[in-house]
Nanobody
C-alpha cells in the first residue's frame, strides 16, 4: 500500500499563491508517476499536473504557466506551486500515484486539501 498525505491548502485572494505538498509513504519503491488532480463542486475530477521520478512533467493545458509541479525523491514528496490564482481554481486538490501490477493498475489517493480563491 501507498499512503499519501497532502498539506498546504487554504484561503487565498485572487492573484495570490499557494504551495501544496504531498508526502508518500509505504510501498513507495513501486511507484513512478505522482500527480495532482482537482475537483470543483459539481464537476468531474481533472488532472492538474503529473511528474515522473526522472522529472518529466505533464500539465493541463489551461494551467500551463501558472502552476508548477516538482518533486523531491529523497523526501518522497511532490509539490504544486500555484501562482496567479483565480476563483475558478477553487477546488479540492488530490494527490495521486499508481502502480502497475501485471495488467492491473492500482491507484492511490490522498485525502484532499481544500483550496479556496476568494476576495
Amino acid at each position: 500500500q501507498v499512503q499519501l498525505v497532502e498539506s498546504g491548502g487554504g484561503l487565498v485572494q485572487p492573484g495570490g499563491s499557494l504551495r501544496l505538498s504531498c508526502a508518500a509513504s509505504g510501498s513507495i519503491s513501486s511507484i513512478n508517476t505522482m500527480g495532482w488532480y482537482r475537483q470543483a463542486p459539481g464537476k468531474q475530477r481533472e488532472l492538474v499536473a503529473s511528474i515522473t521520478s526522472d522529472g518529466s512533467t505533464n500539465y493541463a493545458n489551461s494551467l500551463k504557466g501558472r502552476f508548477t509541479i516538482s518533486r523531491d525523491n529523497a523526501k518522497n514528496t511532490v509539490y504544486l506551486q500555484m501562482n496567479s490564482l483565480e476563483p475558478e481554481d477553487t477546488a479540492v486538490y488530490y494527490c495521486n500515484t499508481y502502480r502497475v501490477i501485471g495488467l492491473r493498475v492500482e491507484n492511490f489517493w490522498g485525502q484532499g486539501t481544500q483550496v479556496t480563491v476568494s476576495s
